[in-house]
Structures are given as structure tokens and as C-alpha cells.
């Protein structure tokens, strides 16, 4: 059972979710066609292509490196809000993971923690208004409380959590955002938001979870 996170094993997950979101990139953009703007899956996929690019160019040693990079490089190429909510999230969490390279269970999830508390401060969302909010607070709580049984039972409940959360989005109806301006016929469908976020969270899952 590990009980610690390494900043190699956080990069592991950014380039999982770039994979992923690179081969769902059209499904999101479905979900997005019918409460947004039809373009999350289009920019999420051109911001973690330059997030890939500068991981190539070169490997950040620290959290704080890492999510610096990983934060900007969203924020500068991600297109409408979820650039800044998602760049929002990688600095706070690189600012609390700090200089360290590797940190542990709790660490890491006070990492997340701040990330999350980040969007929710940028975006002014709530639970319940049918956001990515809606899988990631539930995931950074599901974390928390399996901390102790180690990383491999932590990720695991932060992604049961996190699906459940962005499943449960589909019967809301939007509060925040361009899906709000829908009023009731945003109900039915499931936030693009929720979707990508749980996309980051499974891709942390399969980065740490030791085989």
C-alpha cells in the first residue's frame, strides 16, 4: 500500500487526462452542443496539447513546477471559462504542494483541496448548480476521508465519488454558466464540465494506483 504521491506520478496523470480527453474530445463537445457552446471538448483537447508540449520541453521537478506549468499553459490557451477554472486549479494545487517531490496521501488531497477551492472561488459555484464542482468536491471529500487506508483506497473512492457527482448532474438544472441561460430544458443532460473533471480524476487514479 503506498502512502505517498511523487510529482513523476502527477505528471503521469496530466498526460493520462490529455490522452483521454483527446479521445473523448468529440463526445464532449456533443454534451457541450446541447447546454453550451458546443466547444469544451475542442478547447480542453488544444490546452492539453500545450500542456504536452511544454511537459516535453521540459519535466518540472516540483509540485509547485508542475502545476505553475500546467496552470498556465491552460489558462492561455483554453478557450471560454474553463481555461482560467482549470488553471485556477493547478496553481493552488501546486502552490500547496510546494517544493516537495513527493508528498502524502493527505498531502495530496489538501493539494486537491485547494484546487477545488479555487474553482469555487473563481467560478462562484455551488453543488448542485451543475458544474464541474459537481464531481470535484465530492471527489477531494471522498479523498479525504479514505486518506488513511493509503493512495490506491483514496483514489479509488475519489473517482466513485466523482462519477457519481458528474452523474448526477443530469437531472439539474444549470445555475452557472451558458447551460443556465437554458433555465429547465438545461435538465436531462450531463454537464461537459462534470464530465472532463471526472476525466481528471480517473486519470490521477490510474497514475498512483500501485499495480
Do not use: C
Amino acid at each position: 500500500m503506498s502512502d505517498h504521491v511523487t510529482v513523476a506520478e502527477a505528471i503521469d496523470a496530466v498526460r493520462r487526462w490529455q490522452r483521454t480527453i483527446a479521445e473523448q474530445r468529440d463526445d464532449l463537445t456533443e454534451l457541450d452542443s446541447v447546454i453550451g457552446d458546443a466547444d469544451h471538448g475542442t478547447n480542453m483537447a488544444r490546452g492539453l496539447d500545450a500542456v504536452i508540449h511544454k511537459l516535453d520541453e521540459s519535466t518540472p521537478a516540483t509540485f509547485a513546477d508542475l502545476g505553475k506549468l500546467v496552470g498556465m499553459a491552460l489558462i492561455s490557451t483554453v478557450g471560454g471559462t474553463s481555461g482560467p477554472l482549470y488553471g485556477t486549479l493547478f496553481l493552488r494545487f501546486g502552490t500547496t504542494g510546494g517544493a516537495a517531490t513527493e508528498i502524502d496521501t493527505a498531502g495530496f488531497g489538501a493539494a486537491l483541496r485547494a484546487g477545488v477551492d479555487g474553482i469555487v472561488a473563481r467560478g462562484k459555484a455551488e453543488p448542485g448548480d451543475k458544474t464541474m464542482v459537481d464531481a470535484l468536491i465530492p471527489a477531494v471529500d471522498a479523498w479525504d476521508q479514505a486518506a488513511a487506508d493509503g493512495v490506491d483506497a483514496a483514489a479509488a473512492a475519489a473517482l466513485a465519488a466523482a462519477q457519481a457527482g458528474r452523474d448526477a448532474t443530469i437531472p439539474l438544472v444549470a445555475r452557472k454558466g451558458r447551460a443556465s441561460y437554458l433555465g429547465e430544458r438545461s435538465a436531462g443532460h450531463l454537464d461537459p464540465g462534470a464530465a472532463s473533471a471526472t476525466m481528471l480524476i480517473s486519470a490521477i487514479r490510474d497514475a498512483v494506483v500501485t499495480a
